[in-house]
């Protein structure tokens, strides 16, 4: 025979007559909770219910059950009986409640059942009394004593007056039956306080590192009324999830139900916390559970894992606003935490073999015998599984300049994993509403979106891309006489700087400043001339949109770098239009992301003074104290020239490069005793065309490119660096137009650099990817031109730096 003992949590009301109430505060909760128990294991006690048309029993059998005197009283089914009903009378409690637990213990041998089960009601008369609820027996335990206990309160509506518990005995083995020893009943009102959190309470999860993955709402424990922590914190790296359901589908108001959970297991059960780190209502509303967060060593239903619980709220299929909240918080969680949602990982069994349990468990598949969550839902959860892989955004690249009327406007999205990707492109166009694509890219492949083809009636619209794999993002922009292509910005930040800008003559310098934040953002800017004086703009930005800064209308004819420091992480771009016929859209123009980092070296891959290329190194000099700066110039032959160079503070210096070494081409180092920064500009056709960009902050064993073309008299280089002091051995592999691959290597001597005309290789490309590999680290850019640049009717080009790997 085997010993079941059980505890259930039932906000049970306090029965009359022989049971026992005793109402208490539960403790060191802020907000006042408080508990009725009552009691039935003797034999006075369980005679006190009615037995047929009597009031009570008037011996010890009724009904095909026993009232033993074994242990001061127990309930079993009477000689030769098969099942039998015992329902207690209907009791009054001492106060309203709104939830129940109870703990019991019963020995139920094999080839017998007992099933528990209680109800409330706001009167004794039948119509007021709800409906029968399961007393279900999980694998929780009460600290006391060691007994058996559901995982949950039973909730009830509040303001519930009576209750009314039953117990169904049945056995199919001969001279075999169940024995319920004893009941406690707990009746919980967790109602004073609030009902419901203000949104301004649901808070950013204070919890892990930075993610891409959005940071879900909380409300805290402080604002449901939690229990005050009392135990210490002890920490963990979790290595799974285990999802539950907890209440019912019925539950209105979640902080009175919270409250009384909060109370059933710290007071009723002796626990030191709830065991769930975190709690999902059926509005989709996260509650913090266990003091300490995520990391919070929580061993109860976790079957000897290191788990994060997360209990939702409800005992059938979550509502959709639920699910949708739920996979927000399992792809967070997954992120901050690495718990791959498709993943599994091992679990030392009781008995030391390790089994492999999925990263996102059930607690039915993680305890067999517990009955949560719900049959449907657990049907769903590979499904589920898929849906937060996807929704974990691994990749996003944000463009602040985006422009469907005066240009025509492309993003391409390269996916260079083992696997497919899941990619939205949301285009945050002015006016609204915003526009929102998906699209799946396979591994290894290329998508494109023609903005023109989804509208092209305005000139503001920033973009984001994200996406569920290391995806790689371009944008491409035409002017008709001038192009530019390049990555957009993976992090935004709080400090831009920019070395290029320029209001002189027929330029024009537009600063783009996007705020992906959902509140407004204020800017400060400070614009640094070539004479070491300054200026100084304040801009603001509302939220999800872009502000374009136009600098002539603050700083006229002047030459500048410029420093933006904001209140909220922000993303910044510049676009300068230039040349003859700027004011008509037949000039010039190039866009490039500021600088969100200072560094002391930079390195271009890309540079020429031969004509007809007008070539330019700009540092700009945020310090208060002059920098020291040396800059050197790389030969494809391996000869070097160097020049040194003093800038004061707060001052752009612009290096006339055709000056220093002309009719050369060259790759450039810039090197400095103080943090600076550096960007790198070519103009030609009459400064009719021209692209400016910075460098990179450090040489890198894997660069990768998602935009290219050959098509249509388009050219295309790629410009290779090779830094170090060691020879440098390189394959380049190309993505073409059609899906195949293509395979070029190379030497580089140390202290080189290196032209490869990708549209000589491969002419006719619509579209071409590459990925360069070097056994030496080694910076690499990409120029893309319309037509031959010394050509008359040559359409412009673009350089842009690859975006970098680290080695693996």
């Known amino acids: 025979m085997r010993r079941v003992l059980l505890v259930l949590a039932l906000a049970m009301l306090a029965a009359s007559g022989a049971l026992q109430r005793v109402p208490s505060l539960a403790a060191q909760s802020s907000v006042p909770v408080q508990i009725g128990k009552l009691t039935m294991s003797k034999v006075a006690e369980w005679r006190a219910s009615p037995c047929g048309a009597q009031p009570a029993w008037a011996t010890d059998t009724c009904n095909g059950l026993l009232v033993s005197n074994n242990a001061d009283g127990e309930l079993r089914l009477a000689e030769g009986a098969k099942q039998a009903v015992y329902t207690s009378a209907i009791s009054s409690t001492a106060f309203l409640y709104n939830a129940v637990g109870a703990t019991w213990q019963a020995d139920v041998p094999q080839g017998t059942s007992l099933t528990l089960e209680v109800r409330g009601g706001t009167s004794p008369k039948e119509e007021d009394l709800t409906p029968w609820q399961p007393l279900v027996a999980g694998d929780a335990q009460s600290q006391d004593d060691g007994a058996a206990a559901l995982e949950s309160t039973r909730p009830f509506p509040g303001g519930m007056a009576v209750l009314q518990f039953r117990a169904t005995l049945s056995s199919t083995a001969a001279n075999a039956t169940p024995v319920l020893q004893g009941i406690t009943l707990s009746y919980i009102d967790g109602t004073a306080g609030p009902g419901r959190v203000a949104d301004q309470q649901r808070v950013p999860a204070p919890y892990g590192p930075a993610t891409l993955t959005s940071v879900p709402r909380v409300v805290q424990r402080d604002s449901w009324g939690a229990p005050t922590a009392t135990a210490p914190v002890v920490r963990q790296h979790p290595k799974g999830i285990i999802l539950h359901q907890i209440g019912s589908d019925d539950v209105v108001s979640t902080l009175p139900f919270l409250r009384a959970l909060a109370a059933y297991d710290t007071e009723v059960l002796g626990w030191e916390d709830v065991p769930f780190h975190f709690i999902v209502d059926r509005e ?186 290391p995806v790689l993002a371009e944008r491409f922009m035409n002017f008709g006489s001038d192009l530019s292509s390049g990555l957009g910005v993976r992090q935004p930040s709080r400090v831009w700087y920019f070395a290029e800008g320029s209001t002189e003559g027929d330029q024009k310098t537009y600063l783009l400043l996007f705020n992906p934040q959902s509140t407004k953002v204020q800017t400060a800017i400070t614009y640094m001339k070539s004479d070491g004086t300054t200026a100084r703009q304040s801009v603001e930005i509302a939220p999800l949109q872009r502000t374009v800064v136009t600098v002539s209308d603050v700083l006229p004819a002047t030459s500048f770098g410029a420093q933006i420091v904001a209140t909220e992480p ?46 330019s190194i700009l540092v700009l000099n945020p310090n208060g104290q002059a920098s020291n700066v040396k800059v050197t110039f790389l030969t494809d032959s391996g000869t070097s020239l160097e020049r040194n ?15 220093v070494v002309p009719e050369l081409g060259i790759a450039t180092t810039v090197t400095s005793d103080r943090p600076v920064a550096v960007e790198r500009a070519l103009y030609w056709n009459g400064a009719r065309a021209g692209t400016a960009s910075p460098g990179a902050v450090a040489p890198a064993y894997t660069w990768r490119f998602a935009d290219g073309r050959t098509a249509d008299g388009f050219q295309e280089y790629l410009l290779l660096s ?48 590459a990925t360069v590999r070097s056994t030496q680290p080694i910076v690499v850019e990409r120029s893309l031109y319309a037509g031959a640049p010394s050509a008359a009717d040559s359409k412009g080009g673009s350089t842009a730096l690859g975006i970098a790997e680290e080695q693996p």
Do not use: C
């Open 284 to 469: 989709g509303i996260i509650y913090m559970g266990r003091n300490g967060g995520p990391t919070a060593v929580g061993d109860r239903f976790a079957g000897g894992d290191a788990a994060i619980q997360v209990a939702l709220i409800g005992n059938t299929l979550p509502s959709d606003t639920q699910r949708s909240t739920l996979v927000s918080l399992l792809s967070w969680l997954g992120q901050a935490y690495d718990i791959a949602p498709l993943g599994t990982h091992a679990v030392a069994a009781s008995d030391g073999k390790l089994t492999n349990r999925p990263n996102i468990a059930s607690h039915a598949e993680v305890i067999p015998t517990a009955l949560d969550p719900a049959t449907d839902f657990r049907a769903q959860l590979d499904q589920l599984r898929t849906t937060v892989d996807q929704s974990t955004v691994r990749a996003r690249w944000y463009f602040a300049e985006g422009n469907a009327f005066n240009f025509s406007e492309r993003l391409t999205v390269l996916n260079p994993s083992d696997a497919s990707a899941s990619v939205r492109y949301t285009l945050l166009r002015q006016p609204g509403p915003a526009v929102v694509r998906d699209d799946t890219v396979a591994a290894g492949a290329r998508s494109n979106l023609i903005v023109n083809d989804l509208f092209n009636d305005t000139s503001d619209v920033p973009a984001i891309i994200e996406s569920n794999a």
């Open 570 to 615: 922000i993303v910044a771009e510049r676009t300068m239009i230039f040349g003859p016929g700027s004011t008509s859209n037949t000039g010039g123009f190039h866009t490039a992301p500021g600088m969100a980092m200072l560094s002391r070296q930079w390195y271009f891959a890309e540079g020429t003074t031969q004509s007809p290329f007008t070539m």
């Open 645 to 659: 160079y003093a800038i004061p503070p707060l001052t752009k210096l612009a290096i006339p490069v055709n000056e």
């Open 722 to 769: 090779n830094p170090s002091a060691n020879q440098a051995r390189i394959t380049v592999e190309f993505i073409l137009a059609d899906g195949t691959r293509a395979t070029q290597t190379l030497l580089m001597s140390k202290g080189s650099r290196y032209t490869m005309a990708v549209h000589q290789l491969y002419p006719g490309q619509v579209a071409i990817a």
